[in-house]
């Protein structure tokens, strides 16, 4: 069953910790939804260990939080992050988040906040990512951690982290997409005018986030991006999709590289995956009409795909997310 507003996020804010993630967080998590989405989606608190909080590089003080029990009431704990990894953390944060983990709560940590909690013992054994500059540092501090250093964000269940700041924003639609369906993150994208589409597996370096202008011909993917969404459910191909560019496929396969980190295959099949969760959501009654529908294709296909990306078959897919559910 979806996760509703009983389900409690909360935030750790230390010292020195950077205010975007904490943004993103609020932004994500805390806001209103029962106007767009016609129900909340989370319970949302900040915590924090002291009354009084000097945030990143001293640029404002954080006060009229709760205090550190907080955190123990929380569904997902999203644990500090700070510029400064090599300060060791307050053992009261530790073990806040040694508690969580005990009791069977999600971490989620945001950008260094994957040596919060290596810090704490947590991650040893398991996937990981922290931003791409400290990842020498951690690999040397944490050697138990399985540390993914070229992605955007990795999920390993219970546990998530996010490589930087822009990444968290990923992380948490992903959250969004995980616990009530691509509808509600669509919407929550939607409002934050921000990509749904870019998946964990993207590179952490895009060559030309913003594509430069040229006197030349257009380069940028977006008016290509958008004439492909608008027929998934057609036999778009690669080849189709370059001869639609003018281009190559090494060309297009070199801009997309560039310019969304991902593939021209990887970003149309997970367009297609998406398209069929809508439809899913929607009440779409049978499996082989949404993977038509979607380009997926065939059933089978569309049973693979989305287990590989949900871990969910169609059926529980329904059950968790469509009209009733």
Same mark, same amino acid.
């Given at each position: 069953m979806a996760q509703g507003s009983s389900h409690r996020v909360v935030v750790i804010v230390d010292e020195n910790s950077n205010p975007f993630e904490l943004s993103c967080a609020i932004e994500v998590f805390g806001l209103r939804r029962k106007a767009e989405l016609g129900r909340e989606l989370y319970d949302f608190a900040l915590c924090s260990p002291e009354s009084r909080t000097l945030m990143r590089d001293g640029f404002f003080t954080l006060t009229g939080v709760a205090g550190l029990e907080? /955190?123990?009431?929380?569904?997902?704990?999203? #644990?500090?992050?700070?510029p400064d990894t090599d300060v060791p953390r307050r053992p009261a944060?530790?073990?806040?988040?040694?508690? /969580?983990?005990?009791?069977?709560?999600?971490? #989620?940590?945001?950008?260094?906040?994957a040596f919060t909690m290596a810090e704490a013992g947590v991650l040893d054994g398991r996937r990981a990512t922290a931003h791409w500059q400290w990842a020498d540092t951690f690999r040397t501090r944490f050697p138990a951690v399985r540390l993914e250093p070229d992605v955007l964000f990795v999920d390993d269940g219970d546990i998530l982290t996010a490589a930087g700041s822009a990444a968290a924003l990923d992380l948490g639609l992903h959250l969004v997409r995980r616990d009530h369906g691509v509808e509600a993150a669509v919407s929550v994208s939607r409002r934050l005018v921000f990509a749904v589409h870019r998946d964990g597996g993207q590179r952490q370096f895009v060559e030309h986030p913003i594509p430069a202008p040229t006197s030349s011909a257009d380069t940028s993917l977006g008016p290509l991006l958008e004439w492909a969404r608008g027929r998934l459910g057609t036999a778009l191909t690669v080849t189709g999709l370059a001869a639609r560019a003018a281009v190559s496929p090494a060309t297009l396969h070199r801009r997309f590289r560039a310019q969304l980190g991902t593939t021209p295959l990887a970003w149309l099949t997970a367009e297609r995956v998406a398209l069929a969760c809508r439809l899913m959501e929607r009440g779409d009654p049978s499996v082989e009409s949404v993977a038509r529908a979607s380009g997926l294709g065939t059933a089978a296909n569309l049973r693979a795909q989305l287990r590989r990306r949900t871990g969910l078959t169609p059926s529980a897919y329904r059950e968790r997310f469509a009209p009733g559910a």
């Open positions: 907080a /955190a123990d009431t929380a569904d997902t704990l999203i #644990v500090p992050n700070r944060v530790l073990d806040a988040v040694r508690r /969580a983990h005990e009791r069977g709560a999600r971490l #989620v940590g945001f950008c260094s906040g």
